[in-house]
């Protein structure tokens, strides 16, 4: 039988007659839609006006009657959940959180004992989500990303939210709650964006981390602060709960003190969740990847980018760092080669417009984004919203370029330059992948050099734009772009004897080759 949806009774019920002639929404003024026009170059006389109006008033009766039907709730699993408080002075050296909490997981599990610390711009529900701003107000959301109800589930204990720079956008020093510093190093930076995930493992104020990697915000971080760091195959990892930056971009990663605990995390995270906004053509499964211990790495193919050495800026010290690592490699029975790919040095600028494109969509919408079919919070579109139209002054400064930026592209140039960065972005993905028919993985430097030290004072905005380079994230976005999995381990110490990260990098879905070199290398330390 057909149903008149524009009768929301039938949705609510005969207990919850409806009271509003109009529904919930409210139609336009003739004002605005004569407004709305102009901003997509319409040309409408008064009669267009009015007959638009009432075509719209019609068009809302469909989504008044989505707006008020009961929406499906997911229960929580976890109910123990203090949402705590910020840190006292004093309380934390290393400004690695933004608030301690305390969320319990299952009384049982392989990580049962193990406490988790939280990067700021995932959902834990119950608990603030600040994404590193001081914009009110603040989600509270009310559902667990996909991430933290598995490993909940698992037995962790989660203890804190760590700090970020400002909506992810950064290398360490843009936090409104003011930069993380570096463990090994306090006059150092930790990297970013994940700069307070990677303070607090690596302080040992947390057992477990986990950060978010859209240029290198997991590995970047992992390598300054001489930590493993995974950015698994995107998709692979339900983003679902995360504050996204670009569906096409986002991973969520684990980040740890050993490869055994890295690879435990990830095979608890990874695997499809009906929730998920990101796109895979299967639905993905978690493997064994602590199975791999001990496979080693005898007649295993590693390819070296030589793109990565010297041309993306790495200095002599890193190199000298690498060159022992590869060496452990081959004394560990890995046949090793140099191979190319000529796209490398182009990722990131290809980055630049891929992120201003992602951000524009994704802000404007408040973090609804498009083209998938995730589950979304209506609540956290809510606040952004209200963030994004009462407060867009406080935003950083890299995301109010990126805005600007957009419509200047969209305006002058009709989106040309973003439709020609995408296309080069998959160049880059078909080189990478077709270098994996003659090699098993490939290997870089992590960073062109170790953590730069922090500025003394609370930097402006814009002395922060100005020192953000993507040269520190050359090696890390080219996989943001294809997509392909990345695991960073230590390798060795290069200037002021910071540590230096080696990247192994596999084929789609090839997490389990990159630890069994992970563990192999990590057993020469």
């Not at 201003?356 to 408040?366: H, I, N």
């Not at 402006?460 to 392909?484: F, K």
Request: charged share 20%.
């Amino acid at each position: 039988m057909a149903v008149d949806l524009s009768d929301i009774s039938i949705l609510r019920g005969p207990a919850m007659p409806v009271i509003r002639s109009l529904g919930h929404l409210r139609p336009p003024t003739p004002e605005q839609v004569a407004g709305y026009a102009r901003l997509h170059h319409l040309h409408f006389s008064d009669g267009d006006t009015e007959h638009m109006l009432e075509s719209i008033i019609g068009s809302l009766e469909p989504i008044n009657a989505c707006e008020e039907a009961d929406e499906p709730a997911i229960p929580l699993k976890h109910l123990y959940r203090d949402p705590g408080r910020a840190p006292r002075e004093g309380e934390d050296p290393y400004n690695a959180f933004i608030r301690y909490c305390e969320v319990r997981g299952a009384d049982s599990g392989p990580l049962h004992g193990k406490t988790l610390g939280v990067k700021d711009c995932i959902a834990v529900a119950g608990v603030p989500t600040t994404n590193a701003g001081r914009r009110t107000p603040a989600a509270v959301p009310t559902e667990d990303a996909v991430v933290i109800e598995r490993l909940l589930d698992a037995g962790v204990t989660i203890t804190g939210k760590t700090n970020l720079d400002d909506m992810a956008l950064g290398l360490g020093e843009g936090s409104a709650f003011g930069a993380a510093r570096n463990p090994l190093n306090p006059t150092r930076s930790t990297g970013g964006s994940s700069s307070g995930s990677g303070a607090a493992v690596a302080a040992g104020l947390v057992d477990l981390a986990l950060g978010a990697d859209e240029g290198g915000s997991v590995r970047i971080p992992s390598a300054w602060c001489g930590l493993v760091g995974m950015k698994a195959t995107h998709g692979l990892v339900p983003s679902y709960g995360m504050s996204y930056v670009d569906h096409t971009l986002d991973h969520i990663g684990p980040m740890t003190k050993t490869v055994a605990d890295n690879a435990l995390m990830l095979e608890i995270m990874a695997g499809s969740d009906w929730r998920d906004p990101q796109w895979v053509r299967a639905a993905p499964t978690a493997g064994s990847y602590s199975a791999t211990s001990g496979h080693g790495v005898r007649g295993l193919r590693v390819g070296i980018i030589a793109e990565a050495l010297e041309p993306a800026g790495a200095t002599p010290d890193v190199l000298a760092a690498f060159e022992t690592g590869v060496k452990q490699l081959g004394a560990l029975g890995a046949a090793v080669s140099e191979v190319s790919v000529p796209s490398w040095g182009m990722s990131p600028a290809m980055l630049s417009v891929v992120l201003a494109a992602g951000l524009y969509a994704m802000t404007t919408s408040y973090g609804l984004g498009s083209g998938h079919l995730g589950r979304v919070d209506p609540a956290v579109v809510a606040v952004n919203g209200a963030q994004m139209q009462l407060q867009a002054d406080e935003l950083p400064w890299m995301l109010k370029t990126h805005l600007l930026l957009m419509e200047h592209l969209r305006d002058a140039y009709q989106l040309v330059p973003v439709a020609k960065a995408q296309n080069l972005r998959l160049e880059l993905r078909r080189q990478i992948s077709t270098l994996f028919e003659e090699v098993d993985i490939l290997v870089t430097p992590t960073t062109p050099q170790v953590a730069f030290e922090l500025h003394s004072k609370r930097s402006t905005q814009v002395e922060m734009d100005r020192r953000i380079r993507l040269s520190e994230a050359a090696n890390t976005c080219p996989l943001d772009l294809s997509g392909h999995p990345a695991l960073t381990v230590p390798c060795g110490t290069g200037a002021a004897d910071m540590p230096v990260g080696l990247q192994l990098i596999g084929p789609h879905f090839g997490e389990e080759r990159l630890y069994a070199a992970g563990f192999a290398l990590e057993a020469t330390r």
